[in-house]
């Protein structure tokens, strides 16, 4: 999987207003991706909690996420969210779920690998969008299936973010 690792909040605002030239922030929305950026917020996070629930609610992926709600209300007017299984491969149903949540929203911070970035691009392109989350590497993972819901352990990470690139250059 491609292991990413969220932004703080204050990088986030100076993406913000740096993309200010854009139009003023006032309403935000954050699109999550349920695979690579759950399961990298569990890691992130130590894996000590579930990152899925028994039904494959992406819960370290929501905690991160209203974590950064939670700082950004301070400063705008609203924030939404939205959480969709595979950003990479989304089907037209939540694109259109995404749009229709983005309608309203004057920058989109996008949880997710880059592969997550690049197709939400492809269709809110005319938006202001952020990257919430630094490409980091690979990592192989294996879950376990405990009664509080599913945990992912990991090994040493399998590439570095320069093996990255060139990985997404080749395959391109």
Do not use: W
Not at 2 to 11: C, M, S
Not at 33 to 48: E, H, K, L, P, Q
Not at 50 to 58: D, I, V
């Amino acid at each position: 999987m491609v292991y990413t690792e969220p932004l703080t909040v204050e990088e986030l605002i100076q993406s913000i207003e740096k993309e200010n030239n854009l139009g003023i922030t006032k309403d935000i929305l954050i699109v999550g991706c349920s695979v690579c950026a759950n399961i990298s917020c569990s890691i992130y996070r130590g894996a000590t909690e579930p990152a899925m629930s028994l039904f494959m609610n992406p819960l370290a992926l929501e905690k991160e996420i209203e974590r950064i709600s939670s700082e950004l209300k301070r400063k705008y007017n609203s924030v939404d969210s939205v959480n969709i299984m595979g950003l990479c491969a989304v089907r037209a149903k939540n694109e259109r779920k995404i749009a229709s949540k983005a309608r309203d929203a004057d920058t989109v911070i996008v949880m997710s690998c880059a592969g997550g970035f690049k197709a939400v691009e492809g269709y809110l392109g005319n938006r202001k969008l952020i990257m919430g989350m630094r490409v980091k590497g690979f990592k192989a993972i294996r879950f376990k299936l405990k009664a509080k819901g599913v945990y992912f352990e990991h090994g040493e990470k399998g590439g570095t973010e320069n093996e990255y690139q060139k990985h997404r250059e080749t395959s391109l």
